[in-house]
């Protein structure tokens, strides 16, 4: 897996033979041994280039290899080797140099970049530090300061990043074997002692310890009881404090404690189910790899509020013509500057060219008749929506599809509404639409397999990860949210406050809790739901209202809120007191206390202490067990789908691993167990009835989430 020639008649070239991106695995290693072992013997070589085939030099090691026992040679002794050899090593690096690729680059003694090439160490996204030296060489390579924040990150570097930092020697836009072969000539007078890092001494700062005190700060307080990045300021310490030999020796033992860890898992985890994602299937056996999208050269947006103006930046920004259409003139002239200004800031963060000829605005839907693709995003009302669908059916081409940002409505009502119902499809961005990377690609019944590979080959080319859910109320993402959120209502009511929950919840992991997220939502987007589905409204007894609704329990608490007009940030108060309306400050506020006190009073609940653990169990438990039934029910096709969709659009902790991960975590049988605890004590909530998917997957010994979809046997999928 590493291909020997000799080239110029004495310099070694040793090319890696693992695509796609020349991974590590240990055939490689083995590789990478035998031709290094042969080049260094060899009287005739007198200097040695490393590459990788197809313009890509190492993306690191090989994950799939983490499960098992290691196989092949280990790589410390191997870069080792390579430092220590007394004729010129030079790493011509081309496309990435990532992880264990940069690791084995820095033990080359020159390094030379193409000028479009990346480089990084992005192992702590997999809950573990880089182990081959990296968080040895690299501070003693570019000082402590600039070596923390890429380690501790993850962050990659451009080629002329890199080359400001110091890591390459060279950026050439010429291609970088080549380079390095002439490079590599050049230096054989040169001595290589000074260009071993492992014997450099690491330039520290003056003020270490406060440096890397502040940095551990920064970390607990944005990484809430994540381990792989504390983990590494450890490492980089030894760097600093320590000689080569001993710093190694501390950077294995902190990897031996993070490699087996719970959160490596997960966070390894998430790396597969991410990719994962984009394959699916629907019941007629068409999928992902052999449906071609349509190529879209065009498309519009209905609606420019908060949604219609992120997803038409997102459209215009990867170089999709976009006509934006409004119904008023003032709103259509808001959302244009608004649209431009976004574009605009984008534009200039990215240090390119503001694509504002891309964009139109109009009034007029007749100006949407030659699109490809149009995205309705106005108001989450079904009879406006289907209004809009009425007339694009009139308007555009026969072939244009029609796609609808609905949150949680019917998408095949609306596709019924319209001449082409196999061109209609769901395309739920989250807010805001330019930042968030979710898209859940909603397919109705009728919608055709090239639709929906569209739709997904449109949301990877606008840089979201996409996933294909069923059609059904609030989808896979909304539709969990409801017992999640109910069990956090349900708890203020049996004794906890707003603030006790999500601190519970922040320190499981969450950036906010349910109660601080609602306030920056907006408490009255979910009043307006309850009341369009007849939770709530002018036939509800304001004072007195009751405590169930439609047949189960119900926690009238968050419409009293709304109902004193505390909407949330944007009024300045909700769940928590603000200091002024759109202020971000969350302060604990005595008149909710009042309120619970008064609430619990009037029907006559006896506050009780109600623990962390159980804040934990009651809301998590109940979110995973409503994703078993989207499972059962077919909505999603495989739990890693409904991970995905939590870890991209709803915050959930990512060393977590996602609510399902999560339960087969914590176990199976503990989280069924906990379930009939809490259904038993309440009954009337549906949500805590454990689902015959979790039952089931029990009676079968609890086999690992990737092995789940084996047990899910459903008579007819959504998908």
Same mark, same amino acid.
């Given at each position: 897996?590493?291909?020997?020639?000799?080239?110029?008649?004495?310099?070694?070239?040793?090319?890696l033979?693992n695509?796609?991106?020349?991974?590590?695995?240990?055939?490689?290693?083995?590789?990478?041994?035998?031709?290094?072992?042969?080049?260094?013997?060899?009287?005739?070589?007198?200097?040695?280039?490393?590459?990788?085939?197809?313009?890509?030099f190492?993306?690191?090691?090989?994950?799939?290899?983490?499960?098992?026992?290691?196989?092949?040679?280990?790589?410390?002794?191997?870069?080792?080797?390579?430092?220590?050899?007394?004729?010129p090593?030079?790493?011509?690096?081309? *496309?990435?140099?990532?992880?264990?690729?940069?690791?084995?680059?820095?033990?080359?003694?020159?390094?030379?970049?193409?000028?479009?090439?990346?480089?990084?160490?992005?192992?702590v996204?997999?809950?573990?530090?880089?182990?081959?030296?990296?968080?040895q060489?690299?501070?003693?390579?570019?000082? /402590?300061?600039?070596?923390?924040?890429?380690?501790?990150?993850?962050?990659?570097?451009?080629?002329?990043?890199?080359?400001?930092?110091?890591?390459?020697?060279?950026?050439?836009?010429?291609?970088?074997?080549?380079?390095?072969?002439?490079?590599?000539?050049?230096?054989?007078?040169?001595?290589?002692?000074?260009?071993?890092?492992?014997?450099?001494?690491?330039?520290?700062?003056?003020?270490?310890?406060?440096?890397?005190?502040?940095?551990?700060?920064?970390?607990? =307080?944005?990484?809430?009881?994540?381990?792989?990045?504390?983990?590494c300021?450890?490492?980089?310490?030894?760097?600093?404090?320590?000689?080569?030999?001993?710093?190694?020796k501390?950077?294995?033992?902190?990897?031996?404690?993070?490699?087996?860890?719970?959160?490596?898992?997960?966070?390894?985890?998430?790396?597969?189910? +991410?990719?994962?994602?984009?394959?699916?299937?629907?019941?007629?056996?068409?999928?992902?790899?052999?449906?071609?999208?349509?190529?879209?050269?065009?498309?519009?947006?209905?609606?420019? *509020?908060?949604?219609?103006r992120?997803?038409a930046?997102?459209?215009?920004?990867?170089? /999709?013509?976009?006509?934006?259409?409004?119904?008023?003139?003032?709103?259509?002239?808001?959302?244009?500057?608004?649209?431009?200004?976004?574009?605009?800031?984008?534009?200039?963060?990215?240090?390119?060219?503001?694509?504002?000829?891309?964009?139109?605005?109009?009034?007029?839907?007749?100006?949407?008749?030659?699109v490809?693709?149009? /995205?309705?995003?106005?108001?989450?009302?079904?009879?406006?929506?289907?209004?809009?669908?009425?007339?694009?059916?009139?308007?555009?081409?026969?072939?244009?599809?029609?796609?609808?940002?609905?949150?949680?409505?019917?998408?095949?009502?609306?596709?019924?509404?319209?001449?082409?119902?196999q061109?209609?499809?769901?395309?739920?961005?989250?807010?805001?639409? #330019?930042?968030?990377?979710?898209?859940?690609?909603?397919?109705?019944p009728?919608?055709?397999?090239?639709?929906?590979?569209?739709?997904?080959?449109?949301?990877?080319?606008?840089?979201?990860?996409?996933?294909?859910?069923?059609?059904?109320?609030?989808?896979?993402?909304?539709?969990?949210? =409801?017992?999640?959120?109910?069990?956090?209502?349900?708890?203020? +009511?049996?004794?906890?406050?707003?603030?006790?929950i999500?601190?519970?919840?922040?320190?499981?992991?969450?950036?906010?809790?349910?109660?601080?997220?609602? @306030?920056?939502?907006?408490?009255?987007?979910?009043?307006?739901?309850?009341?369009?589905?007849?939770?709530?409204?002018?036939?509800?007894?304001?004072?007195?209202?009751?405590?169930?609704?439609?047949?189960?329990?119900?926690?009238?608490?968050?419409?009293?809120?709304?109902?004193?007009?505390?909407?949330?940030?944007?009024?300045g108060?909700?769940?928590?007191?603000? @200091?002024?309306?759109?202020?971000?400050?969350?302060?604990?506020?005595?008149?909710?206390?009042?309120?619970?006190?008064?609430?619990?009073?009037?029907?006559?609940i006896?506050?009780?202490?109600?623990?962390?653990?159980?804040?934990?169990?009651?809301?998590?438990f109940?979110?995973?067990? +409503?994703?078993?039934?989207?499972?059962?029910?077919?909505?999603?096709?495989?739990?890693?789908?409904?991970?995905?969709?939590?870890?991209? *659009?709803?915050?959930?902790?990512? #060393?977590?691993?996602?609510?399902?991960?999560?339960?087969?975590?914590?176990?199976?049988?503990?989280?069924?167990?906990?379930?009939? #605890?809490?259904?038993?004590?309440?009954?009337?909530?549906?949500?805590?009835?454990?689902?015959?998917?979790?039952?089931?997957?029990?009676?079968?010994?609890?086999?690992?989430?990737?092995?789940?979809?084996?047990?899910?046997?459903?008579?007819?999928? #959504?998908?």
């Amino acid at each position: 897996m590493a291909r020997y020639e000799l080239v110029k008649r004495s310099v070694a070239l040793i090319t890696l033979t693992n695509p796609p991106v020349n991974a590590l695995s240990s055939a490689v290693r083995h590789g990478i041994a035998k031709t290094m072992e042969r080049a260094l013997s060899d009287p005739k070589v007198t200097a040695v280039v490393i590459c990788g085939e197809n313009g890509r030099f190492c993306g690191g090691a090989d994950i799939r290899e983490f499960a098992g026992p290691l196989r092949g040679p280990p790589l410390v002794p191997l870069l080792d080797l390579i430092e220590a050899g007394e004729k010129p090593v030079v790493a011509a690096i081309e *496309g990435v140099a990532l992880g264990g690729g940069l690791e084995l680059a820095l033990v080359c003694h020159y390094r030379i970049a193409h000028f479009k090439a990346r480089l990084g160490l992005p192992e702590v996204t997999l809950g573990i530090l880089p182990a081959a030296g990296g968080t040895q060489r690299l501070p003693r390579l570019i000082g /402590i300061p600039a070596a923390l924040e890429l380690i501790i990150t993850g962050r990659h570097v451009s080629a002329q990043e890199a080359l400001k930092l110091g890591i390459v020697d060279q950026v050439t836009e010429q291609n970088a074997c080549e380079v390095a072969v002439e490079f590599a000539l050049r230096a054989l007078a040169k001595p290589l002692s000074s260009r071993r890092l492992s014997s450099r001494t690491t330039p520290c700062p003056p003020n270490l310890d406060a440096l890397l005190e502040a940095v551990t700060m920064q970390i607990q =307080k944005k990484a809430r009881g994540v381990m792989a990045p504390l983990a590494c300021v450890q490492a980089v310490r030894a760097a600093a404090t320590m000689p080569y030999s001993q710093g190694i020796k501390r950077e294995s033992e902190l990897m031996a404690t993070l490699f087996h860890s719970g959160q490596a898992r997960a966070l390894q985890y998430c790396f597969f189910a +991410e990719r994962t994602a984009g394959k699916w299937t629907l019941p007629s056996g068409a999928q992902w790899n052999d449906t071609k999208p349509r190529e879209i050269r065009s498309a519009a947006v209905i609606g420019l *509020g908060t949604m219609g103006r992120g997803i038409a930046v997102s459209l215009a920004r990867v170089g /999709i013509p976009v006509i934006a259409v409004e119904s008023d003139k003032k709103l259509l002239e808001t959302g244009r500057q608004m649209v431009i200004g976004m574009l605009e800031r984008d534009a200039k963060r990215r240090g390119v060219s503001a694509s504002l000829n891309l964009l139109k605005f109009t009034l007029s839907l007749q100006d949407l008749k030659d699109v490809d693709l149009v /995205i309705e995003a106005v108001f989450e009302d079904m009879a406006l929506k289907k209004s809009v669908f009425r007339e694009l059916s009139k308007v555009c081409r026969p072939a244009t599809l029609l796609c609808t940002n609905t949150s949680g409505l019917d998408v095949d009502a609306l596709a019924g509404v319209t001449d082409r119902p196999q061109l209609v499809i769901g395309m739920h961005f989250f807010s805001p639409a #330019h930042v968030m990377k979710l898209l859940e690609v909603v397919c109705g019944p009728r919608s055709s397999s090239e639709t929906v590979a569209t739709a997904m080959s449109l949301g990877k080319r606008m840089g979201k990860v996409s996933v294909a859910v069923g059609n059904c109320p609030g989808f896979v993402g909304n539709r969990m949210l =409801k017992p999640y959120s109910d069990q956090a209502s349900f708890l203020l +009511e049996e004794g906890a406050t707003p603030e006790q929950i999500d601190k519970a919840l922040e320190d499981f992991g969450f950036a906010m809790g349910v109660f601080r997220m609602s @306030d920056l939502a907006g408490l009255d987007v979910g009043w307006r739901v309850r009341k369009e589905s007849g939770l709530t409204g002018p036939d509800v007894d304001p004072k007195n209202p009751p405590r169930r609704r439609q047949g189960r329990k119900y926690c009238p608490i968050p419409d009293m809120v709304c109902e004193q007009g505390r909407f949330g940030q944007k009024t300045g108060r909700g769940w928590y007191v603000y @200091d002024k309306p759109g202020g971000t400050n969350a302060k604990p506020d005595p008149l909710i206390q009042n309120l619970l006190e008064t609430y619990r009073s009037r029907y006559g609940i006896k506050p009780r202490n109600i623990t962390d653990q159980e804040i934990i169990e009651r809301c998590l438990f109940a979110l995973a067990n +409503e994703g078993f039934r989207i499972l059962e029910d077919g909505i999603a096709a495989q739990p890693e789908d409904i991970d995905v969709i939590y870890l991209f *659009g709803y915050g959930f902790p990512r #060393h977590r691993g996602g609510p399902m991960f999560y339960a087969s975590m914590v176990g199976l049988q503990r989280v069924l167990e906990r379930l009939e #605890h809490y259904h038993q004590a309440h009954p009337d909530v549906p949500h805590l009835e454990p689902s015959p998917l979790l039952k089931k997957l029990v009676a079968c010994g609890s086999p690992p989430v990737q092995k789940w979809r084996e047990h899910i046997k459903t008579m007819h999928s #959504h998908l």
